[in-house]
């Protein structure tokens, strides 16, 4: 297959495929079509992906393998209508669909896809419409009003309402077959549409559920069946299909079981027909004991029921399945209604009728069985019953602060105050004064009421069929209250009496925390209930210090106290007051009452600007100077709007010793907006150090001053021991190891580019491929050291030239004497060898066997033992030296050659860089 650039493949307008960055994917897809295009075949005879290109497309998700084949499928259907390929039959499987599709879906994933809802009345969809390549000149217009009117809510019959758009059924569709709906529009023809649906669940009023309609939901329960194995009831009467168990004993002793006929009798032996139906249990007890004591002398029986006759009775109405069923001779209303399915959402539960003989036996009220457990009413079936269910009657909905909001039937008569009690009653948080009954007003709508329920009056309101009662909250509010908040033992609410101060609230520092900010408490104040509010700040070590004082804050109802941590932030807690602060400000008044704080205070940050607030106190809002504050001065920034039409800027220069010195008037009182920078003491700041190890006098951690020097610090440590081997040096610096990380991603990244290519172009080239794959997988291992070569040996002597201005975390390591050079790569052996003066690189490369096959004459180069490198090749990157300049600890590379495996972009630079990081690592692992 011959190999294209992308340029040729964006020419030929091929589809591509929707994945993350990286574009191989793409790009072997669009090969693969290419491949039968150019060909000439059809795309039924793609050729099969290799081994490498079925490992590449393996590690996709199932999601975009479905949009790769969706594409694919678009590009056969397009070749087909313009005769290049016959159109694509259903069942047709390619090699790149048999690809696309030959993984296997989890449980969850095929569970996914099996699902598909339909759409049905009152459903909402969100639609995408974009237009479309080619469209109308007004369709804009109409694509912002489409735009606007979304999310969409299907009508009562399932019909969907666009703005302009005669409406357009989607009831029953899924979502794909909604979208093409959508498509044969005639009046949407210049869009691309999608449709989403959005699993909503009703909410508030429109989530009420009819009550007591979900006791039927299972109609296997069979906790609901009639009990067969309990004693018989005495009242249980006897009819045909009955058994009778009865044993006798005394001068006769025998048992029978004997079957109520048709006629209602049965046949005992000895004494002959017995009548027994039309009796209850006990009655025909009674009967059989008697004519055995009559007729057979010296006998006495025990009479038991064996098995129950099954009667049939009709279960008519609002039933989920009316008719007639065959239940026990000890089944009840309730049972039978199991058995129908259950009252549907249009019956009553509070009026179901048993009927015999055409006439109304009993009524059954289901709201008895579910609110108190009553069954007194449950009565006993008998065969030929009829169950009618007629439609539910009145009905009220309740909602809010009761128990157990719902929609209840009415049975008529109930009050407002009983409706309530069939919802549980209201709960703790329910305000009975604040309800909300919305009435149908035949004729003319829905009127809303205001009620309390507390009222006497109230006590005998009749309740209305539609009626809707809202039960509001209590508010959400505290009376006589104050709240503690913050870094203290016990947060949380407190009773507040008048004449109560901060200490009352706070009355030692016992009930802080340890970290507290005592220089600056924060208090929340409503200056009108919900709407205005007011920050102070308190000195609370003053405070405590002096109780009842200047400095102690009388407390008012709702106030709220927050005591900050020194440790933690507190934008958090004033960033919602300051929110406050700017939403009260009338339009008129464009000032919001804040200040700001910077540079070194433990706590910079906007703090509320207080009446009459000095420089202090915001430095005590900031919670005080930090370590590093320049305290002789600070910079105050200072903005005037002069006459609403420009902002001028002021600077002004804060006497910080005189504040602390108490200086009259040198505590400036602040203004809206004014921005205090505590300036930092020259030359602060973290306390930077290098590491020294190996062969000095004194290793170990050095801190460093501003600008200083590797001969400084190495001078600090006493110089380099006698068997250091300073040409051997590493020098590590953690922004270069850094930056040896990114290059080592671009690399690798550079490298599977050329995998792909390769694989495209020519699949049979396994060999380059499998090099290529093991490349990328020492690049992936290699631990980046950030290493800077260095002449420790010359800086020793004095060298300003090579000396090295030092930087925070910096590491020197000094190695011990090496006798050893090292060779590595495309030899027969490689290791180390005692170094002997005079012997050449050659040399030294035939006692480790001599070059393999694989090898690279040309670019052999040596790694020195300070990192250096050097090529004997008349390349521009690398410095010549001679065949025989070899000394102690260096290190000869002979990379891959890799013209003999394809030759591939960076392929000859990752080599390289896999042997200089193995270098280094191993050097630093031998210290």
Not at 82 to 103: K, N, R, S, V, Y
Request: net charge negative; hydrophobic share 40%; aromatic share 6%.
């Amino acid at each position: 297959m011959r190999a294209f650039n992308v340029i040729e493949l964006d020419r030929l307008n091929l589809p591509r495929s929707p994945m993350p960055a990286g574009g191989w994917v793409d790009a072997l897809i669009r090969a693969l079509i290419l491949s039968a295009v150019l060909v000439g075949t059809s795309l039924a005879q793609v050729p099969t992906p290799t081994p490498e290109q079925l490992q590449l497309l393996n590690s996709l998700p199932p999601a975009q393998r479905q949009a790769l084949m969706e594409q694919y499928r678009n590009f056969q259907r397009q070749q087909a209508q313009q005769g290049g390929a016959p159109e694509p039959q259903p069942g047709d499987i390619d090699p790149l669909t048999e690809l696309l599709f030959e993984p296997d879906l989890s449980e969850e994933e095929e569970i996914e896809l099996e699902e598909d809802p339909r759409l049905e009345p009152g459903d909402t969809v969100v639609i995408e419409f974009n237009l479309a390549s080619i469209a109308s000149a007004d369709a804009a217009s109409l694509q912002q009003r489409l735009l606007e009117g979304n999310p969409y809510v299907l009508d009562e019959s399932g019909f969907l309402n666009l703005p302009g758009i005669p409406r357009i059924g989607f009831g029953g569709l899924n979502v794909d077959e909604a979208g093409v709906r959508l498509e044969a529009d005639a009046a949407l023809q210049d869009f691309d549409m999608f449709v989403t649906l959005l699993p909503l669940e009703p909410t508030g009023a429109d989530g009420l559920e009819r009550f007591g309609y979900s006791l039927f939901e299972s109609r296997d329960d069979f906790g609901l069946r009639p009990a067969t194995d309990v004693p018989i009831p005495a009242d249980y009467l006897i009819g045909p299909g009955d058994a009778l168990n009865v044993q006798l004993f005394g001068n006769i002793n025998l048992e029978y079981y004997l079957v109520v006929s048709r006629e209602g009798t049965i046949s005992f032996p000895e004494i002959g027909p017995i009548s027994v139906a039309g009796l209850d249990f006990q009655e025909a007890r009674n009967t059989i004991n008697e004519r055995v004591s009559e007729q057979l002398i010296g006998v006495r029986s025990s009479i038991t029921l064996g098995e129950l006759r099954t009667i049939r009775v009709f279960v008519l109405g609002e039933v989920a399945e009316p008719g007639s069923y065959a239940v026990s001779g000890l089944s009840t209303m309730i049972n039978a209604l199991f058995e129908s399915g259950g009252v549907s959402e249009v019956g009553t539960l509070r009026q179901i009728e048993l009927k015999r003989n055409g006439e109304t036996i009993t009524t059954l009220d289901l709201y008895d069985l579910l609110l108190r457990g009553d069954t007194s009413n449950d009565a006993r079936l008998q065969p030929g019953d009829v169950i009618f269910v007629p439609p539910i009657s009145d009905t009220i909905g309740i909602s809010g602060e009761v128990k157990r909001p719902g929609i209840y039937e009415l049975v008529g008569g109930e009050t407002l105050r009983s409706a309530i009690e069939l919802a549980g009653g209201l709960t703790a948080l329910a305000d009975a004064t604040n309800v909300r009954l919305e009435r149908i007003v035949p004729g003319r709508g829905i009127t809303v009421e205001e009620l309390d329920l507390t009222a006497s009056a109230l006590s005998d309101a009749q309740s209305q069929n539609g009626d809707f009662l809202r039960i509001m909250p209590n508010l959400d509010q505290l009376e006589d209250v104050v709240v503690l908040e913050g870094n203290v033992q016990q947060p949380g609410r407190y009773q507040w009496s008048p004449g109560m101060y901060l200490t009352d609230l706070i009355s030692s520092s016992e009930m802080l925390k340890p970290m507290s900010d005592v220089g600056y408490v924060l208090v929340r104040r409503e200056r009108s209930r919900n709407l205005f509010i007011d920050v102070l700040s308190v000195d609370l070590a003053a405070a405590l210090a002096s109780p009842r004082g200047p400095a102690d804050l009388m407390l008012e109802p709702r106030d709220t106290v927050h005591v900050f941590n020194l440790e933690v932030g507190r934008q958090h807690v004033l960033e919602p007051l300051l929110v406050e602060l700017r939403a009260q400000v009338p339009a008129v008044v464009p000032v919001v009452s804040v200040a700001r704080i910077g540079g070194s205070v433990r706590a910079p940050g906007e703090y509320p600007l207080e009446p009459q607030m000095t420089v202090s106190d915001l430095i005590r809002a900031g919670g005080g100077l930090s370590e590093s504050a320049y305290v002789i001065d600070a910079e105050l920034t200072r903005y005037e709007v002069i006459n609403g039409a420009y902002r001028e800027t002021e600077l002004v220069t804060v006497d910080l010793a005189g504040i602390m010195n108490g200086v009259p008037g040198a505590d400036l009182i602040l203004s809206a907006h004014d921005y205090l920078n505590i300036r930092e003491v020259p030359r602060w700041g973290q306390q930077q150090s290098v590491e020294l190890r190996g062969e000095v006098v004194f290793p170990g951690i050095y801190p460093i001053r501003q600008g200083e020097t590797l001969s400084s610090v190495l001078e600090r440590a006493g110089g380099l021991t006698q068997l250091a081997f300073p040409e051997g040096s590493i020098f590590l610096r953690e922004e270069l190891r850094e930056r040896e990380r990114q290059q080592l991603e671009t690399l690798a990244e550079r490298i599977q580019g050329d995998l792909v290519a390769l694989s495209l172009s020519d699949p049979g080239a396994t060999q380059a491929l499998s090099i290529g794959q093991s490349l990328i997988a020492q690049i992936e291992e290699a631990q980046p050291v950030g290493r800077m070569v260095v002449s420790l040996d010359r800086i020793a002597q004095g060298d300003v030239a090579q000396d090295v201005v030092l930087k925070a975390q910096d590491r020197i390591l000094v190695p011990s004497l090496t006798q050893a050079v090292t060779v590595l790569g495309e030899v027969q052996y490689a290791t180390s060898h005692l170094f002997e003066p005079g012997l050449t690189r050659d040399e030294y490369l035939q006692r480790s066997g001599g070059l393999t096959a694989n090898a690279d004459e040309e670019r052999v180069y040596v790694v020195r033992a300070n990192g250096q490198v050097e090529i004997e090749s008349g390349s521009r990157w690398f410095r010549r030296s001679r065949s025989g300049d070899i000394r102690a600890g260096d290190s000869i590379v002979v990379p891959l050659d890799t013209d003999r495996v394809r030759p591939l972009v960076f392929w000859t630079s990752a080599t390289s860089v896999i042997y200089n990081l193995a270098i280094a690592v191993a050097a630093i692992n031998g210290l």
